[in-house]
């Protein structure tokens, strides 16, 4: 596609409940981001892969963050026994090159524990 | 934690230039200046970046004083789809996670009519 997408816009989770968030980046994009967006923050950095590989995940806040990108495309944010401080949007960029100007962002997914 | 200061936030009336300041005074030499900006419910969108010398496309301006310790983002004729959040962030070039994006609260900027 032409941007970063995310799915699923909008989940609800009870607390205690495992969720999957997926990012599919644009096509090619060799970097690729994992952000958390507490209500009235600005982002803050989770985690960094680099094609299939996680070269960064020093943001995860808990072990129970564990994030993926086995074929170096699609990369899911995976929380476990998910708590109420977890309610944020998370966002996902992805980049062409290594290095370089802009990255582009999806439009997040908006997660409520509840 | 963000390495720039940028007032909370500013007004401006549709169709006037709105400024945008920011405070980068720990600037590091092989650091760039860039600029996002996040519309409600969207992700951050690239804005414009530069090192030393005024950039300029077709979103917006950059002016980064003479010791880069400062710059302005100006958006020339703002309408009212600029309200939005602006950052400033202060990255050097490269990238893997050193180029992690770094955002502080940003300045958010309402285009009235």
């Known amino acids: 596609g032409a941007g970063v997408s995310q799915s699923p816009r909008y989940k609800v989770a009870k607390r205690g409940q495992d969720v999957a968030l997926r990012c599919d980046p644009i096509?090619?994009?060799?970097?690729l981001f994992w952000y958390q967006q507490a209500l009235g923050q600005g982002p803050e950095f989770l985690t960094y892969?680099?094609?299939?590989?996680?070269?960064?995940k020093s943001g995860l806040p808990s072990d129970r963050f564990f994030a993926e990108r086995p074929e170096g495309s699609v990369s899911t944010l995976k929380i476990q026994r998910t708590q109420q401080e977890d309610s944020a949007v998370y966002l996902c960029?992805?980049?062409?090159?290594?290095?370089?100007?802009?990255?582009?962002f999806g439009s997040g997914t908006r997660l409520t524990v509840v | 934690d963000a390495k720039t200061t940028q007032p909370t936030s500013m007004d401006c009336a549709e169709g006037r230039a709105a400024n945008l300041p920011c405070n980068h005074s720990?600037?590091?030499?092989?650091?760039?200046v860039y600029w996002y900006r996040q519309i409600h419910s969207q992700g951050p969108q690239y804005i414009i970046h530069?090192?030393?010398n005024n950039e300029t496309n077709e979103m917006a301006s950059l002016i980064i004083t003479e010791d880069r310790k400062s710059s302005t983002l100006i958006l020339p004729h703002a309408t009212l789809r600029d309200t939005a959040v602006y950052y400033c962030?202060?990255?050097?070039?490269?990238?893997?996670?050193?180029?992690?994006?770094?955002f502080g609260k940003g300045t958010k900027l309402s285009v009235k009519p």
């Open positions: 960029a992805s980049s062409l090159r290594l290095e370089g100007s802009g990255y582009t």
């Open positions: 096509s090619g994009h060799v970097s």
């Open positions: 892969f680099q094609n299939e590989a996680q070269l960064d």
């Open positions: 720990t600037i590091s030499g092989n650091e760039y």
């Open positions: 530069g090192l030393k």
């Open positions: 962030i202060v990255r050097p070039n490269y990238g893997g996670s050193q180029g992690n994006l770094i």
